[in-house]
């Protein structure tokens, strides 16, 4: 059967969100309470059920309802259809514990219905179960940010390792002549040391770690070994050559200098 003459449903998680982030240096008594009743570790999570083939899915080719569960630790606040694509779509949620049903409606090809999901108690962990007429099989698919994190990371890395090796430059580990007098080196050494630790922390948050745990103290150890004998390196290199204590001339001027001293 060919892919226009086909039914398919995606049902995709495209975004978990943390409503409170706890991090090191924060507020940490913010509560988040719905009807007065406080959440521990809320979520809010938005999930995509969407018509990914060629033919419509009819109300009379669900068995039973789409069932999207959390995760067995996990407790659901609250579920609603956030919007529809196109709007006028005909979709009920409803919710009970750890898991919401999608109910029978009908989806033309490329319809897609977007539900917003609070949770609490833990991280939610998704996954669906449906029997639908002409699908073989429902399953969640995550959203992979993986290349662009891979990108950005390699990208913040070197950047943290050109500011930490041009602060080391600077501050002239070497000994040798900079351009650049005591107080000015010592300013722009802490200004690049500054922009170094910047980035490291985005860099650190991009891969989902708090800013001051142990990674950030590995990354910052390994970064001084890269950097610390690049900028020796450099800065060695960059010394001018010794010169001589004396120059002795060849030809005719050596010669005549030993008849005058003769």
């Avoid at 669906?128 to 940010?145: C, L, M, P, Q, Y």
């Amino acid at each position: 059967m060919s892919q226009n003459q086909s039914k398919s449903v995606d049902v995709s998680v495209s975004n978990v969100t943390p409503i409170v982030e706890k991090q090191a240096g924060g507020i940490e008594d913010i509560v988040v309470t719905v009807s007065g009743v406080p959440i521990d570790k809320p979520y809010l999570s938005i999930i995509k059920i969407a018509n990914s083939g060629g033919l419509p899915v009819t109300r009379e080719d669900y068995e039973k309802p789409l069932e999207i569960s959390v995760g067995e630790n996990v407790q659901i606040i609250k579920a609603i259809v956030s919007e529809t694509i196109p709007k006028g779509i005909s979709a009920n949620i409803t919710w009970e514990r750890n898991k919401f049903f999608f109910h029978p409606a009908l989806l033309n090809p490329e319809d897609t219905v977007i539900v917003n999901v609070l949770t609490g108690s833990a991280t939610p962990v998704f996954d669906a179960t449906g029997r639908i007429s002409g699908i073989k099989n429902i399953s969640i698919k995550e959203k992979s940010d993986k290349p662009f994190k891979m990108v950005m990371g390699g990208m913040l890395s070197i950047f943290a390792l050109i500011c930490l090796t041009a602060a080391l430059i600077v501050f002239n580990f070497s000994k040798g002549n900079v351009i650049l007098n005591k107080r000015s080196s010592w300013f722009v050494s802490f200004t690049l040391f500054g922009a170094y630790s910047i980035i490291s922390m985005k860099l650190l948050e991009l891969f989902g770690y708090t800013t001051f745990d142990w990674h950030f103290f590995l990354f910052y150890l390994a970064s001084v070994c890269i950097s610390m004998p690049l900028a020796y390196i450099i800065n060695k290199s960059a010394q001018p050559s010794p010169q001589p204590d004396c120059v002795i001339s060849g030809g005719a001027d050596a010669g005549s200098s030993g008849g005058a001293a003769g």
